[in-house]
């Protein structure tokens, strides 16, 4: 592909990104006192940048790579029989299987070390937005990608007919991550949401809400979790670097043992704690200001 | 009080019909991909590039206005490469 077009691609879905979810964070903001500049923007539009106009191709490769390698598993038979379903059928077998698959990628992010190392980057936002859905470690998205797609290679389904829910999955993703707050009412046991995703992103790593388009998943193993107000903060209890290139070098560099000695719900408490003073300590300043 | 809810109103359209555009946008796209290509004096010429499609299993929110230009003799090669996009679906990377 042109790199001058990838360009110009990617400063179009930046500013359409931007047109489009920067009024609804303003109008129905999830958090209302963090603003567009918050800290760190620059780290995720980092993320962006790379995503859209490096990563991409990495991707790209893989996804060409594995579907090679995958294309004759299954036979062509079974595979016309596949396209030649209603596509609103092959849109809920797509749905249903790629949720599946992803849901238990997930979990396991979320619980091997190994995985965790790469998708952590993901986690280490502290503001979430439209902007900090980008911020994710490139083989973490090799990984996520490759998994959601692996029902699609294996089986066959055809990008023709089902490009609309392709799409659709790609913008809502974002959607998820944006400051919104926009209760779907029952719709929410159907569809993700921010209301949702944004628990998942929660300081306790465990804290539930795997599932990629649909709750559905996490409703059957148990992982659904919906209280009726935001996640006090965001992130991950232990200290990360706040760079883009150090955060990308981190999960390949050598395991340091310091801190880590300590259990998961301990750092999330110091965390916890930690963040507490903080906020005491700026409302503190703010009242010395006034007097 | 009328007039925040007329914006809220107001902003939740605009939302609901960027999305439907962008998706239609896309669907678009490929569907032109797929079966509207013209071939000129032996070029394959799309209204969209190879790297829109690719796009579409890698990037889903990626936009592009690029129009191709493929050569016929590459186009033989060229289902290797896009088998992914042509035989199969994919979606996004977020979580």
Same mark, same amino acid.
């Given at each position: 592909?042109?790199?001058?077009?990838?360009?110009?691609?990617?400063?179009?879905?930046?500013?359409?990104?931007?047109?489009?979810?920067?009024?609804?964070?303003?109008?129905?903001?999830?958090?209302?006192?963090?603003?567009?500049?918050?800290?760190?923007?620059?780290?995720?539009?980092?993320?962006?940048?790379?995503?859209?106009?490096?990563?991409?191709?990495?991707?790209?490769?893989?996804?060409?790579?594995?579907?090679?390698?995958?294309?004759?598993?299954?036979?062509?038979?079974?595979?016309?029989?596949?396209?030649?379903?209603?596509?609103?059928?092959?849109?809920?077998?797509?749905?249903?299987?790629?949720?599946?698959?992803?849901?238990?990628?997930?979990?396991?992010?979320?619980?091997?070390?190994?995985?965790?190392?790469?998708?952590?980057?993901?986690?280490?936002?502290?503001?979430?937005?439209?902007?900090?859905?980008?911020?994710?470690?490139?083989?973490?998205?090799?990984?996520?990608?490759?998994?959601?797609?692996?029902?699609?290679?294996?089986?066959?389904?055809?990008?023709?007919?089902?490009?609309?829910?392709?799409?659709?999955?790609?913008?809502?993703?974002?959607?998820?991550?944006?400051?919104?707050?926009?209760?779907?009412?029952?719709?929410?046991?159907?569809?993700?949401?921010?209301?949702?995703?944004?628990?998942?992103?929660?300081?306790?790593?465990?804290?539930?809400?795997?599932?990629?388009?649909?709750?559905?998943?996490?409703?059957?193993?148990?992982?659904?979790?919906?209280?009726?107000?935001?996640?006090?903060?965001?992130?991950?209890?232990?200290?990360?670097?706040?760079?883009?290139?150090?955060?990308?070098?981190?999960?390949?560099?050598?395991?340091?043992?310091?801190?880590?000695?300590?259990?998961?719900?301990?750092?999330?408490?110091?965390?916890?704690?930690?963040?507490?003073?903080?906020?005491?300590?700026?409302?503190?300043?703010?009242?010395?200001?006034?007097? | 009080?009328?007039?925040?809810?007329?914006?809220?109103?107001?902003?939740?359209?605009?939302?609901?019909?960027?999305?439907?555009?962008?998706?239609?946008?896309?669907? /678009?796209?490929?569907?032109?991909?797929?079966?509207?290509?013209?071939?000129?004096? /032996?070029?394959?010429?799309?209204?969209?590039?190879? /790297?829109?499609?690719?796009?579409?299993?890698?990037?889903?929110?990626?936009?592009?206005?690029?129009?191709?230009?493929?050569?016929?003799?590459?186009?033989?090669?060229?289902?290797?490469?896009?088998?992914? /996009?042509?035989?199969?679906?994919?979606?996004?990377?977020?979580?």
């Amino acid at each position: 592909m042109d790199y001058y077009k990838t360009l110009e691609g990617t400063g179009l879905s930046l500013l359409f990104l931007a047109l489009v979810f920067i009024p609804m964070e303003k109008v129905f903001p999830a958090k209302p006192r963090q603003g567009i500049f918050r800290s760190h923007w620059v780290t995720d539009l980092f993320y962006f940048l790379g995503q859209y106009l490096l990563w991409g191709f990495g991707v790209i490769w893989a996804l060409s790579y594995f579907s090679f390698w995958l294309n004759d598993i299954v036979p062509h038979t079974f595979r016309h029989k596949i396209t030649g379903q209603p596509w609103w059928l092959q849109a809920i077998e797509v749905i249903v299987l790629s949720d599946f698959i992803i849901y238990w990628g997930h979990r396991l992010q979320h619980k091997a070390g190994f995985l965790w190392r790469f998708h952590k980057v993901h986690h280490s936002a502290q503001h979430l937005d439209w902007l900090a859905a980008h911020r994710e470690h490139p083989l973490d998205s090799i990984y996520t990608i490759g998994l959601i797609n692996l029902p699609a290679f294996i089986i066959g389904f055809p990008l023709e007919t089902l490009s609309a829910l392709i799409a659709f999955r790609g913008i809502w993703a974002i959607y998820i991550h944006s400051n919104v707050r926009l209760p779907l009412g029952p719709l929410r046991m159907l569809i993700g949401s921010p209301e949702l995703h944004h628990w998942h992103h929660d300081l306790d790593r465990d804290r539930g809400n795997y599932a990629n388009i649909s709750p559905i998943m996490d409703i059957i193993f148990g992982t659904y979790v919906c209280p009726d107000h935001e996640p006090e903060k965001f992130g991950i209890p232990e200290s990360f670097p706040k760079n883009y290139f150090a955060q990308l070098s981190q999960p390949l560099l050598p395991k340091k043992k310091s801190r880590s000695s300590e259990p998961a719900e301990v750092r999330t408490t110091i965390a916890r704690i930690n963040y507490d003073e903080a906020e005491t300590g700026k409302l503190e300043s703010q009242l010395e200001e006034l007097n | 009080m009328r007039r925040n809810k007329t914006l809220r109103i107001f902003t939740l359209a605009f939302f609901c019909l960027l999305i439907l555009g962008f998706i239609a946008f896309k669907t /678009g796209a490929v569907d032109r991909y797929f079966n509207q290509a013209e071939v000129v004096n /032996g070029e394959r010429k799309d209204s969209i590039s190879l /790297g829109e499609i690719d796009s579409i299993l890698s990037n889903p929110t990626m936009l592009s206005t690029s129009k191709s230009v493929i050569a016929i003799d590459q186009k033989i090669k060229f289902p290797a490469k896009a088998k992914a /996009g042509k035989d199969s679906l994919a979606a996004t990377p977020k979580k």
